[in-house]
């Protein structure tokens, strides 16, 4: 504040003086004074910092989506790297194809003999797996940020939030399941004790279908 910086600065001019024998004039401090004007507008504003939202519902659905994002990259990169192994079933099914006489079926037989062209348990366990995975996070990524955009949802849950004295922080988590498009939010209250908001059917307008997915996938490089 002002006034302080300024109090400061006179009582030092007055204790110099002082200490010198001369003498301070009335009224030569006063002007630091601080006014009841000052006062309030000096508490009005701590209220407002206090009061402010500066993370919201938005905010923690769209920091959920980024981490859904992150989860989903990784997931298909893993995909990726399962799809190399059935790479051996599309060469064996050209070779077959293209198998038309006694020497070129020798040929396939031979190569297959000396090459493992089997396809294992695991492999499929690892491919299912990464194609599951790649579906969920693409879901919770798609349903947080959907949420996210919803000033509706926003906008009621921030009011919710506010109501019962909780804090919409980065202690709050998320989670969205699309099976029956649910959207549960976990907020922690200032004396430990977790509450839970939860909202349902709310982002039907949101899903894609089947078709949409694939047409995307084809128009997009997949």
């Known amino acids: 504040m002002d006034q302080v910086s300024l109090s400061r600065t006179l009582a030092t001019g007055a204790s110099y003086y002082a200490a010198r024998g001369g003498i301070a004039p009335d009224g030569s401090v006063t002007r630091a004074q601080l006014s009841a ?33 992150d989860n989903l ?9 399962a799809t190399v192994t059935f790479a051996a079933v599309t060469a064996v099914s050209e070779m077959a194809a293209d198998a038309d006489t006694v020497s070129e079926r020798q ?3 031979d190569t297959l003999n000396t090459t493992d062209m089997t396809i294992t348990d695991a492999d499929v366990s690892e491919y ?31 009011d919710w939030a506010g109501r019962n004295n909780v804090r919409v922080d980065q202690r709050a988590t998320a989670t969205y399941n699309a099976a029956n498009d649910r959207l549960v939010m976990s907020f922690m209250r200032s004396e430990g004790r977790r509450v839970y908001l939860s909202m349902g059917n709310f982002l039907q307008a949101d899903f894609q279908t089947v078709e949409d997915i694939y047409e995307a996938g084809i128009a997009y490089g997949g």
Not at 130 to 144: C, H, N, P, R, S
Request: hydrophobic share 45%; no cysteine; glycine share 2%.
């Open 128 to 158: 299912n797996t990464a194609l599951a995975e790649v579906e969920a996070y693409a879901q919770e990524a798609a349903g947080f940020l959907a949420a996210s955009r919803n000033t509706t949802f926003t906008s009621v849950t921030d």
């Open 37 to 69: 004007t000052m006062a309030s507008a000096y508490n009005a504003a701590i209220s407002n910092v206090q009061s402010a939202t500066y993370y919201n519902t938005a905010n923690l659905l769209e920091d959920s989506a980024a981490v859904s994002l």
């Open 107 to 109: 040929d396939l037989q």
């Open 73 to 81: 990259s990784v997931a298909v990169d893993s995909l990726v790297a």
